[in-house]
């Protein structure tokens, strides 16, 4: 064996010791990030709810060859020590978590990098550290300055990434000319149901929309108890809000007036603009005041809301918010509050 090559083995031994005593922390790292974007996600991007967020440390025999094939000198030179997968059911999900997400849920982001490799796997990579609020924690602090990789994949790059990296990238044996070459076109065939699948949920989204009919009784109602995206609106407006989300519906003629007001004369059309305005509806919590519990549908209040402002019509929805609440406030101010929340949320202020 060359000089070199025993230098080499040497260095890599110690590296690997170094990694033994660091390794309880990073597991930490992990598990630390995983709880915080089970907790935060649902909250700062509802409609990307994931389907499960998975985390691991890696094993000292993949560092080991991980060192050896790349000739790395240090620990710091390998970015995926702690690993963090979020698993989404989409793929426009993949790209809806994206740093400003993150940033939101308490994390900071150092690098991001899209990976589309020839052998199939597909996935966006976050290098990521616990934020400033929590890396200030004196529970944190052992931790603060280690980095974690997160990646957010689909659920089908999930399964054949599992699958290959257990029996290819994992394994001292390379797979045969054939193995590869069914690997590849199961990596194809993935990446076509994963297109595939966007297209029928569109698809089905839009005739369902289109069979939901026009605005009437009830209807308002039962969008706030049947549709995925206002139920999880309703959540994460009273998580923002930090209050209770009450079992009680704003009264269906209340919603009904509000959005009837804010022009919309269809439920598919009503669901279209919730979902495309996701983070504004979301956004529009400031003027409710904190802690003031939420009644469910208060995401369809906040749509109504939110076209007037757009559209100009203050005094329009002052005069409805005043003849359906019917409780002495000045809502010429409370709308006024709602522009400038409207405003600063989306930088026009």
Known sequence: ?????????????ALREDYQELKPRYERLASE????????LPVVKPIAKPQAINWRVKDESSLVRKLWDKNLKSLDDV????????????????AAIDKGVLQDCGLTVHRTERKRVPSGYQAVHHEVSLGTTRSGLPESADIAALKAELQVCTVLQHAWAETEHDRGYKSWTPLSPRTRTLFDALAKALDAADDNLVVVRDAADEERADADGPLGPGAATAMARDRDIVRELDRSIAARLDT??????YADWRMDAVLQTAGFRA??????????????????????????PAHRGVALMNAGYLRMIRDGRDQELAEVMARIF?????????????REEVERSEGTA
Do not use: C, P, W
Request: glycine share 10%.
């Open 1 to 13: 064996m060359a000089r070199s090559e025993i230098r080499a083995g040497e260095q890599i031994k």
């Open 79 to 94: 970015s995926d020590l702690a690993g963090v997968r979020v698993i989404v059911y989409f793929r426009d999900h993949v």
């Open 244 to 249: 209770e989300l009450r079992s009680e519906y």
């Open 326 to 338: 019917a409780d002495g406030q000045d809502y010429k101010r409370v709308v006024t509050r709602i």
């Open 267 to 292: 439920v598919g059309e009503v669901l279209k603009y919730v979902q495309s305005n996701e983070a504004a509806v979301l956004g529009m919590v400031g003027y409710r005041g904190h802690g003031v």
């Open 33 to 40: 990030i995983a709880r915080i974007l089970e907790q935060a």
